[in-house]
């Protein structure tokens, strides 16, 4: 069980910050390598982690943000879609999709031919960002409650649409995971009952993992995208979501 807890936490951690759907590979790799359904203490968790992650991976940009009241205005407009449309509609998106395998195969594959095919030339930093070009993004935010979509991925090809340099599009992603998944994960914690050993080798064990796999992602996001854009993501997505559409298709 601590073996699965880990393997989870790490799919949760990389998963999360790579554009490339973290809900999407935990419901098409569950049933494929047996990974049972999870506890709700052992989701929070996970979240829980990788908010830590984006939250340390942020501390070099705190005194940035709150130098231009901008950039924080932008966050919080950005967050706002996502969040209200989350709270109304995630639980229904999610059960009606939870099953789904091949169209959340198909959404694998057509943003990862739209990452191919982006452009990534924008030379607009964080500070000149209009609060319309954010709340932009934070609807395009609101995409990913479809599985396959992607959080990470959506917001990037936000930003890069509306002119964004590739370091700031990153950037701004991860203000909004730390928001996003901050609310999610208070969310979860109150809807939670204090009943149970949280502190088990199993939850530990999974708070870590993507604890450390999100920080190492948050690191390895920013210096791929700013090397080579969103491509190498899109060909992941194709060869992935085309693999497992197949897989699907023939079980």
């Not at 080798?201 to 604890?211: I, N, R, T, Y």
Request: some cysteine.
């Amino acid at each position: 069980m601590t073996g699965q807890s880990i393997i989870l936490g790490l799919i949760q951690g990389l998963t999360e910050f790579f554009p490339i759907s973290s809900s999407a590979h935990l419901i098409l790799l569950r049933p494929i390598f047996n990974l049972g359904e999870q506890s709700l203490w052992f989701d929070v968790l996970l979240h829980g982690g990788t908010w830590l992650a984006v939250l340390i991976y942020l501390i070099p940009y705190y005194s940035r943000a709150f130098r231009q009241p901008r950039i924080i205005l932008n966050i919080l407009l950005a967050t706002i879609p996502a969040g209200l449309l989350g709270y109304l509609f995630e639980d229904i998106i999610e059960n009606s999709l939870r099953n789904s395998f091949l169209e959340i195969c198909l959404l694998l594959v057509i943003l990862g031919v739209i990452f191919l095919v982006v452009k990534e030339r924008g030379n607009k930093t964080l500070e000149n960002m209009t609060g319309k070009e954010a709340l932009l993004i934070g609807v395009a935010q609101a995409l990913a409650l479809f599985p396959g979509v992607s959080r990470s991925g959506i917001t990037l090809l936000a930003g890069f649409l509306c002119g964004l340099q590739k370091k700031e599009a990153v950037l701004f992603s991860f203000f909004l995971s730390a928001t996003t998944i901050g609310g999610a994960f208070i969310l979860g914690i109150r809807n939670l009952s204090v009943s149970g050993n949280f502190l088990s080798p199993e939850l530990v064990s999974g708070f870590l993992a993507s604890f450390g796999s999100g920080l190492l992602a948050c690191f390895l996001l920013l210096r791929i995208v700013k090397e080579k854009g969103l491509k190498p993501f899109g060909y992941y997505r194709i060869i992935f979501g085309g693999t497992m559409f197949i897989w699907f298709l023939f079980h």
